[in-house]
């Protein structure tokens, strides 16, 4: 759901004339999809990986290059979290209380987190900056 989000939004007009910049380095950036439901990538420079992603992107890490961003997927990041494969999380609190809603990381298991740095917003939102400690 992520993808198709993203997809359906920084190609097109507006997304351009959102964010220029964002737009054109989502819209050049190599981009890798985790889904078994997802039958094709119509966004540029998108790659599809069905099966085995743990072993993909362990591979792929493993490549001379920049960082891999999972961008919004917390089911991803949290079936991850385990494998060693996660350098740093970076987690975004908007100050708005919902009062109910699933876990952020649910089925993760214990994770002890090691806070590297803090941005604050003049929006109120704090992005917070962690490294995964192996337990």
Not at 21 to 50: C, F, G, H, Y
Not at 73 to 95: C, F
Request: hydrophobic fraction near 40%; avoid cysteine; charged fraction near 20%.
């Amino acid at each position: 759901m992520t993808y198709e989000g993203m997809a359906a939004f920084w190609p097109t007009l507006a997304g351009e004339e959102s964010d220029p910049e964002v737009a054109k380095a989502m819209n050049t950036t190599p981009k890798i999809v985790i889904s078994r439901t997802l039958p094709q990538a119509t966004w540029a420079d998108t790659r599809i990986i069905s099966n085995h992603a743990e072993e993909e992107l362990a591979e792929l890490k493993q490549q001379p290059g920049k960082d891999i961003v999972i961008p919004g997927s917390s089911t991803l990041t949290a079936g991850l979290l385990q494998t060693g494969l996660l350098d740093e999380l970076r987690i975004m609190v908007n100050p708005v209380i919902l009062g109910q809603g699933r876990s952020l990381f649910a089925g993760a298991g214990r994770t002890s987190l090691k806070l590297l740095k803090t941005r604050q917003f003049t929006s109120g939102n704090v992005l917070l900056y962690y490294q995964p400690i192996a337990n």
